[in-house]
């Protein structure tokens, strides 16, 4: 199985076991998390660029497969993402690194299937 | 194997070579680490939903899966469970939710098996 | 003025104007924060007692005051209080000390004012 | 005096000397933080953008204020800061609050000299 | 595949790569992440050992396998290794365990082949 | 005041007040904290050394200021120290850029006294 579909499978499969839980708070956030993204003052793709910088900073492997998903759907190409790439490391260090090497392959299979 | 047997066994066989290794720093650190959630002032169950909600904001899987086992045969119960997660979501953001997705995994295993 | 007093006056004055602002996803994760911590499966003087710890591994100044302020009027006494830095220094090393330290001052002038 | 003057003062004097101690690896990161938000497959603003965002949900107070001074100008507006600032916290959650406290703080006064 | 294979070559591979997409800030990171642990002031064994402790406490499982692999051909023997481990796992507390756990796996390797 | 006196000052009376408290995790950890650092297999110069890049790389500034102090005491010299600092803005990227204008600033006061 590819890595995106992997994640999206086991993304989605959990999603699903915690909404059906039911704890009003994880569910609001969980919300929010759908509507702070969209068009507002700022545009939705110019919100993803920034929440992959951040989950790239904050060595989220998971986060960083998400938004690069999310910037592929919106059209961020791959001279861009290079860009968020090297942000990103510039700030964090090279602690980032590993993300990085994974972020490159995940980017790598999203744009050649 | 299930993720449960399977990390305890990981945990049990490297905590002996660490402990043979014979460092006494790190010995005598994961002496504190018996002791400190031992009833006092406060009870054990409440110190574990203290490590528990510590180890989702500090994002370490495999401190989840820990506490979750204590808290588990601690009788901490899944509605208990659930309001310790949205603390830890809340305070920590969603930089936090795919942990929380491995959490709630462990946690179904525990609980139904 | 009292080390209490000021942090309590900035959060408030700074608050006031966050919501005067009008940020709808800020507003909700504000109001969220309220919610989050009443009492439900779990009373809210455990749910602060683990807002505390976490603030304290995650070394926030802030959060700590604002968690020991909420932890005094909840009537948690210094031998428990005492217990929630224990875990804290634990999971979070002595890089949590500094933060030990200025949260010692904190609650010191809290019981005896 | 002002927080901006005070914050742009500091940060001159001490890079200024960091410069003179003259440890090549620390002026090539120098130098490289100045060359990595210039205009290229994204524009200046929305590296800055991400900067600032980064920059607060890993809670670097400085970091924010140089950000935010890079942001006012280039023009970006309050709306816009305010959606970065809900970005940030919804990521890193309420650990950021302390830290939007100080960025909007830091923000009133660029707006208003 | 051994731990320590299946690492160098994900790394070789991915870091080609990243190196052949051309962002020059990136590429100047990894050229400057080369140039940093060269003999200087301070040997390499001694900078060596300072990246294998940051990358513990910042709880960076490959950037502590990297390192290992460094230590392990600068000739750092297994009572310093244990050294670094303690003086890490003290600052950054028992959250660091689980790295710890996965760095003696990863040291055994190394010096058992 | 001198930023040295004020450190030692305020960590002296502080250190004083928690072992007073008498919470037995603590004072063992504090004692552990003594002991880590002692010559063993590598020499107490080279554990203050990680101790102050862990210290710079997780972005502590008393902690910082601590073993910059003991650096000093044990013989660590300008350049070694700029060697440090580089390895750890290397490591943690420019985030910790404004941890090394309050070092600079505290390792200039330490030397020039």
Redesign the interface.
């Known amino acids: 199985m590819s890595l995106v579909t992997e994640f999206n499978d086991?993304?989605r499969t959990?999603?699903e076991?915690?909404m059906a839980?039911?704890?009003?708070?994880?569910k609001?956030?969980?919300n929010?998390?759908t509507?702070?993204?969209v068009d507002?003052?700022?545009p939705e793709k110019?919100?993803e660029?920034?929440?992959l910088?951040?989950?790239m900073?904050?060595?989220?492997?998971?986060?960083v497969k998400y938004h690069l998903g999310r910037c592929y759907e919106l059209g961020v190409?791959?001279?861009?993402i290079?860009?968020?790439?090297?942000?990103?490391?510039?700030?964090?260090?090279?602690?980032?690194?590993?993300h990085?090497?994974?972020a490159?392959?995940y980017w790598?299979e999203l744009i050649n299937t």
């Open positions: 086991y993304r959990m999603n076991k915690i839980s039911g704890n009003k708070v994880i609001r956030i969980f929010l998390d509507n702070t993204y507002g003052a700022l110019t919100k660029m920034m929440g910088s951040c989950s900073v904050l060595r989220c492997d998971d986060c190409n791959s001279a861009e290079q860009e968020i790439f090297s942000v990103a490391v510039l700030i964090g260090g090279t602690i980032v690194v590993p990085l090497r994974r490159t392959e790598e």
